[in-house]
């Protein structure tokens, strides 16, 4: 199985019996407010206690109710994290509000094409 | 050939082997163990202090304004700046300066002030496009980029892959096919701004290298000025060939930096931890292993020196080179290997910094040329001219 370039998994509530259920596994996550626009990517690194678990733990304490996450599991995780921000960027014109108050440096820029080809495994 | 370094060597080495233990592992300590970053501010102070050095840009010629250090001194010192986390890729985290493999002396005039003394001035940063889906080990025929004549320049049509960097990047050296009738006779570099109309980076090749990050571009009628070309016409496999020999060199002492520091890991870990009541230093298992640790070091650290000695004494060292490479890289990923079995569990943990150069070694094993194109260049040399 392979990865597709975009985050298009179904959202779930940012509630705490959701979270529960994550794996603590390292990867990225996109929060996004109750009309699915996408408020912030992040990444559950090495450093995070229980991977994606304490992210979004601390996401849920830090915003409260009224959130919706997506994660997808990747050791990866750095690669892939600037990734979803440069197609975001690319997407939108704009990186999501929570990481535009603090960008990562040196990010790049990508021209993802509707047209490019779906990467090895990648069905459609 | 002697290769132990003259004092002047020696406290150049000091010096950068202090620079490392002091400036850069106690903040990596604090970084996500896969990041190739400092904050920006922690980069410009380090900066400030290898200038301070007089060791910033070290791989730049005296006549464009680098230190005037040798090429062996410049491969001993590579050694050392390896010797941390992220020292496999970006050794020191770049403070040291340098152009990689965008080393574009042989611009003109030109083209050195638009995009040299930019880069060598840190101000630009540039990739190097060489490879394509259709292979990297024989690029002369692999290449199917396409350079057409149109307007007073060429418009670019292809796509490339495994290209470091290129988001990133204001420019990048590209490699495209001008005469399809002449192989590697036909193939030409081009100059390519990074904001030029056709030129697209379309997505992040994910590798086991999480950092320091590959993609993969596509020119869709990029046109670009006859400005761009770098060198001549149909003589662009000789700045490829060029670029891939000279970097073989730093390549395999960063191989070497990192082994050292995983050896010297090893031997400190087997001298503390007991298992069945007795030092694993003890156990001749244990032993031998770090002595293979020792002899693949010091294999690789010879044949790399000597590759830097024929370099500086401007003599030919592509088998040199490519004997390096290959026993950097081999040797190197099988000295991390045996690190990480002495260490047990801990050896696998993100805790380390094993795991990471494990995973970035083995890349070392493929990226610029892999073992057996190196293999495939020394047995050259071998049938070409028979044994001394
Ligand atoms: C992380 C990463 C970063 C990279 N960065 C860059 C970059 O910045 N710029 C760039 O231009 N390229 C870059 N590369 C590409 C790299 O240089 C190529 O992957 C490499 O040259 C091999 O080309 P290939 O992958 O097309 O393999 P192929 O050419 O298809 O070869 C496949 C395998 O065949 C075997 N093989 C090839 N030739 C022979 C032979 N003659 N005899 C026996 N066996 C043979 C080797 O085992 C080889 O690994 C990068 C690659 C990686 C993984």
Redesign the interface.
């Known amino acids: 199985m392979s990865?597709r370039?975009r985050l298009d998994k179904p959202w779930r509530p940012l509630a705490a019996p959701e979270i529960a259920r994550l794996p603590g596994q390292l990867g990225v996550y996109q929060i996004a407010d109750a009309t699915g626009t996408i408020l912030f990517i992040g990444q559950a690194?090495?450093?995070s206690t229980f991977g994606l678990r304490s992210e979004l733990q601390r996401e849920l304490a830090e915003r409260g109710a009224g959130c919706q996450f997506r994660v997808e599991v990747n050791?990866?995780?750095?690669?892939?994290w600037?990734?979803l921000l440069?197609v975001h960027k690319a997407d939108h014109g704009a990186l999501p509000p929570d990481n535009a108050r603090n960008p990562?440096?040196?990010?790049?820029?990508?021209?993802?094409?509707s047209s490019?080809p779906p990467?090895r495994g990648e069905a459609g | 050939m002697d290769f132990e370094p003259n004092s002047e060597q020696q406290m150049l080495i000091d010096q950068v082997r202090r620079y490392v233990r002091e400036e850069i592992i106690p903040l990596e300590a604090k970084l996500d163990p896969d990041a190739s970053e400092l904050a920006p501010e922690d980069h410009a102070r380090l900066v400030e202090k290898t200038k301070a050095m007089g060791l910033f840009g070290i791989d730049i010629p005296k006549e464009f304004g680098g230190p005037d250090i040798d090429i062996v001194t410049r491969t001993l010192l590579a050694i050392e700046m390896a010797q941390h986390r992220a020292g496999l890729y970006v050794p020191c985290y770049g403070t040291f300066g340098g152009a990689g493999l965008a080393q574009i002396f042989e611009a003109n005039d030109d083209q050195k002030e638009r995009y040299l003394y930019p880069t060598l001035r840190g101000e630009k940063k540039a990739f190097f496009g060489l490879t394509e889906p259709s292979g990297g080990s024989d690029p002369a025929r692999a290449i199917q980029t396409k350079a057409e004549r149109k307007d007073n320049g060429w418009v670019l049509n292809g796509a490339k892959i495994f290209i470091s960097n290129a988001d990133r990047a204001q420019y990048g050296i590209v490699f495209a096919r001008t005469d399809a009738s002449k192989g590697r006779a036909g193939i030409t570099c081009f100059i390519v701004d990074s904001d030029t109309p056709g030129f697209h980076v379309r997505r992040v090749v994910h590798t086991l290298r999480s950092s320091h990050y590959a993609t993969e571009l596509e020119f869709k009628d990029c046109w670009v000025s006859d400005h761009q070309v770098l060198g001549e016409v149909n003589k662009g496999f000789a700045v490829a060939n060029d670029r891939l020999t000279r970097q073989r060199i730093p390549y395999a002492a960063g191989c070497i930096g990192v082994a050292i520091a995983a050896h010297e890991m090893a031997i400190e870990w087997a001298k503390i931890r007991t298992t069945f009541g007795e030092k694993l230093a003890n156990r001749q298992a244990v032993q031998w292993m770090l002595v293979d640790n020792e002899i693949d070091i010091r294999t690789a650290r010879h044949f790399t020196l000597e590759a830097a000695e024929k370099a500086r004494q401007g003599v030919p060292f592509r088998t040199e080179a490519a004997i390096a490479k290959l026993t950097a890289s081999e040797g190197g990923g099988r000295v991390v290997d045996r690190a990480m079995q002495i260490h047990g569990g801990m050896g696998m943990t993100k805790d380390l910094p094993l795991e990471r150069w494990y995973r970035e070694m083995r890349i070392r094993r493929v990226g610029e040329g892999p073992s057996e194109v190196q293999r495939m260049v020394i047995a050259r040399e071998i049938l070409g001219s028979s044994l001394r």
Do not use: D, K, V
């Open positions: 990865i370039l690194g090495a450093r050791m990866q995780y750095r690669s892939r600037f990734e440069m990562p440096p040196n990010l790049g820029r990508l021209s993802p094409s490019s990467r």
